[in-house]
């Protein structure tokens, strides 16, 4: 059994670790393969791939190796989901164009933002949340800021009171659209996984919709294994992988190193008998 992790975030987007930290705990955890799937970016990406090989060149090699990932935002019927690029081609130059593109509308996004905290005369919303963005500006940036301009006493309230699915400012979004994004993914030589299903806010009815309209527009596989989803979900999840002939995947989501439970590594097994991407992918990475 390989030990794996194909979802996971650096500071580039809104991890807390540098591709180089996120490396050492990566080897740490004797994981022998990583995707780094930042929110709209590779650069973590890049980052990480020169470090490792500069660390392989000074001591014992490691068995870890990279694979590169990338965590789409894009735009469905059913709403705003998550699609990871694995085992991307970062010479593609269709889905680096929709890299910048999405990164341009996060920047637009948040200037949106500020114009609507303004209406709540909250002031200077936009120039705090670019003080803690390193590349990507993500929802979490806003919530660091607002925690740190004390509108909100954590992350937590600050995506409850403010930007959060029930909070009082929405701020809608043109991302991506999905089978754009999947032919990109394609383009790029990778395979095109639908990330977290369960954790939109949709109803079962309309997530199996979902799943359906991913696979007419080329999806490949769908996410089965994550922190906090249930055995009971995860059959109900297999179900519809065997319904639709996807393969499987599975990862952290790992952003911060405190949440124990979203640890690096760190997800529910899955049935090794389930064909999963990693038997498409292990053998073509670069080692
Ligand atoms: P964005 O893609 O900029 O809209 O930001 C979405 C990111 O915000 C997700 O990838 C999560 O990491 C984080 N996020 C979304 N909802 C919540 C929440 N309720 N609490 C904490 N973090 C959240
Ligand atoms: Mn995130
Ligand atoms: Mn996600
Ligand atoms: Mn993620």
Not at 11 to 40: T, V, W
Not at 60 to 85: A, K, M, R, Y
Not at 159 to 180: C, H, M, N, Q, S
């Amino acid at each position: 059994m390989t030990a794996y992790d194909f979802h996971s975030h650096t500071h580039y987007s809104d991890g807390i670790l540098s591709p180089q930290e996120l490396i050492e705990r990566a080897i740490s955890k004797n994981l022998q393969l990583l995707a780094i799937s930042d929110h709209d970016s590779v650069t973590g990406l890049l980052e990480a791939r020169a470090y490792l090989s500069q660390r392989n060149k000074q001591s014992n090699s490691q068995p870890l190796n990279l694979v590169n990932g990338v965590e789409l935002s894009v735009q469905t019927d059913f709403g705003e989901v998550h699609i990871v690029g694995l085992n991307i081609n970062l010479g593609q130059s269709e889905l680096m164009e929709i890299i910048q593109s999405q990164q341009l509308k996060r920047r637009q996004r948040l200037a949106r933002f500020e114009e609507k905290f303004n209406q709540l005369n909250i002031y200077g919303i936009e120039q705090a949340t670019l003080d803690c963005c390193k590349e990507v500006v993500t929802r979490s940036h806003l919530a660091r800021a607002l925690v740190l301009m004390q509108l909100a006493k954590d992350n937590q309230q600050a995506f409850k009171k403010y930007i959060g699915k029930k909070g009082r400012i929405k701020v809608p979004t043109d991302w991506v659209a999905l089978e754009t994004a999947i032919k990109a993914i394609h383009a790029a030589g990778g395979l095109a996984i639908l990330a977290h299903p369960t954790r939109y806010p949709l109803s079962n009815r309309k997530l199996v919709y979902l799943i359906e309209d991913f696979k007419q527009q080329g999806g490949d596989a769908i996410e089965v294994a994550y922190p906090s989803l249930s055995p009971d979900k995860q059959a109900w999840l297999l179900q519809l992988r065997q319904k639709h002939d996807f393969l499987v995947s599975g990862g952290s989501d790992f952003h911060y190193p405190d949440l124990k439970w979203m640890d690096l590594g760190r997800f529910p097994r899955i049935d090794s008998n389930i064909p999963h991407v990693i038997d498409i992918i292990k053998d073509k990475i670069a080692v």
